[in-house]
């Protein structure tokens, strides 16, 4: 008879309200990513909710919006089984470090937004780029290798605005159209930075725009430098 009154007052504490009870909000990070995330027809955002690394992505996921985050790192797993993505923003985070080879699986990427972060070196970037933004970094002309864009035959927009860099990137493409630099630290250029010294007939025909200013070089001083440009670039002259 004990006994049956012992369970019977489990069974109602087990049953009982559970608004009674005092439990902290969770924070699982492990919760899956279309919980955490809004997950639709190959997009996914993942904007401003606090996450400190990439969160595992549905196969098939086209487009990831991840900005405005906690990321600080980016690893080679993190995109290892999505070939399908075009499009990646991670503008906003403090990402510091990525991975040898984090992008380099991803054929089909397009488009690619680092800005807003806290890279001292670019990372070796896929070679369908059309897009790739680095804007507001720490990135210094070391940080990005001799022919970092070489190969990317299919750049147009290219965004390296307020940065610490010394120089122009070298071996720009011939498919670049627009050029952000403004606000870094070069200070000189050569006739080879843009145009070509021992081909006088060379014309960049799809370059349309060049920033420049906010840098301590004196444009007005490199005018041949810019004798296969269409327009000139903008910043100081005077």
């Given amino acids: 008879k004990d006994g049956t009154n012992v369970s019977l007052d489990t069974s109602l504490i087990l049953q009982g309200d559970d608004s009674e009870l005092d439990v902290p909000p969770t924070k699982d990070t492990n919760l899956p990513t279309c919980l955490l995330c809004v997950c639709l027809s190959g997009s996914v955002y993942c904007e401003e909710i ?36 075009r499009r990646i923003d991670f503008s906003g985070n403090r990402i510091e470090e990525i991975e040898d080879g984090a992008f380099s699986k991803l054929l089909l990427l397009e488009e690619l937004s680092l800005a807003e972060n806290r890279l001292l070196k670019l990372p070796v970037l896929p070679p369908k780029l059309t897009t790739f933004n680095a804007n507001q970094n720490r990135i210094k002309s070391r940080g990005i290798k001799a022919n970092a864009f070489k190969r990317l035959t299919n750049l147009a927009y290219l965004y390296l605005g307020h940065n610490a ?33 021992n081909n006088t007939r060379y014309i960049r025909t799809r370059m349309d725009e060049i920033r420049m200013e906010g840098n301590p070089i004196l444009l007005a001083k490199h005018v041949n430098a810019f004798s296969c440009l269409r327009t000139l670039p903008v910043g100081t002259y005077y």
């Fill in 50 to 85: 606090d996450i400190e690394a990439v969160p595992p992505l549905p196969k098939e996921t086209a487009y990831l919006y991840a900005r405005f985050n906690k990321i600080k790192r980016i690893a080679v797993s993190d995109f290892a089984d999505i070939p399908t993505l």
């Fill in 165 to 197: 860099l010394e120089s122009v990137p070298l071996n720009l493409p011939e498919s670049l159209r627009i050029l952000h630099l403004q606000y870094n630290n070069i200070s000189t250029i050569t006739d080879d930075t843009f145009c070509k010294s």
